[in-house]
């Protein structure tokens, strides 16, 4: 079964304008990333955070992690078009095991 | 740094015929996963692969889908035999080992259509 569930299925914003995403799992993780996947193409990896962490930020991206709830958001700050896709948040907890969530598919107009 | 290689990259099949796909990670990387999107949905892991034996395979039906990793390094999939419903993208990842999580390097997949 996937770990994750993230949080508003569909998200629709203009160019400039900020992003905010949310996952939330059910079991103890040890980590949690986000992916971005463009229509049509593989994932590709935006950020980890692991479960010892609160926050951490990766150029235009900012990622929350809250243990406690269960629950991590992702942050677009300044969105432009090429931001565009489906993100996924994909919870790990042992062995290496990377679960996803449903995703949350972002159109950012000019 | 080469990424992870899939083929083919589109597949149209009839239903009850068998398919296979293959997966060529990273050179080096030690785990190796196949996970199945539907369209419009999260991938599914079907298999992980810790070099040339299986750590999860709890969502692998069994009855149809095989995989295989020999020697550690290249992975097939097989479906045997096809269904309307497995028509997806199968996905290869790899990762190199590590503790507490690590990125993951995804292939372009493979369209399934069964018909």
């Known amino acids: 079964s996937q770990q994750g569930e993230e949080d508003p299925q569909a998200l629709s914003i203009q160019e400039g304008e900020n992003a905010t995403m949310n996952c939330s799992y059910k079991t103890s993780i040890n980590n949690l990333q986000w992916y971005r996947q463009n229509s049509g193409r593989g994932l590709v990896h935006l950020i980890l955070i692991r479960s010892n962490e609160r926050e951490k930020h990766s150029g235009r991206l900012r990622v929350t992690l809250d243990t406690s709830k269960k629950s991590s958001s992702l942050l677009i700050t300044a969105s432009r078009a090429a931001d565009t896709a489906s993100y996924f948040c994909a919870t790990g907890v042992d062995n290496n095991d990377m679960r996803f969530g449903a995703g949350t598919r972002l159109t950012v107009k000019p | 740094e080469a990424g992870v290689a899939q083929s083919p990259r589109y597949k149209i099949i009839e239903k009850r015929q068998s398919v296979a796909f293959w997966c060529n990670p990273i050179?080096?990387?030690?785990?190796l996963y196949w996970y199945q999107q539907i369209l419009g949905q999260g991938p599914k892991l079907l298999i992980q692969?810790?070099?040339?034996?299986?750590?999860?395979d709890s969502q692998l039906p069994k009855d149809r889908f095989s995989a295989e990793r020999l020697k550690g390094v290249d992975s097939t999939l097989k479906i045997q035999p096809a269904k309307l419903e497995d028509s997806a993208v199968y996905l290869c990842?790899?990762?190199?080992?590590?503790?507490?999580?690590?990125?993951?390097?995804f292939g372009q997949g493979t369209r399934l259509t069964v018909v």
């Open positions: 990842a790899s990762i190199s080992s590590g503790q507490g999580g690590t990125e993951a390097f």
């Open positions: 692969f810790q070099n040339n034996g299986v750590v999860d």
């Open positions: 050179s080096g990387h030690a785990t």
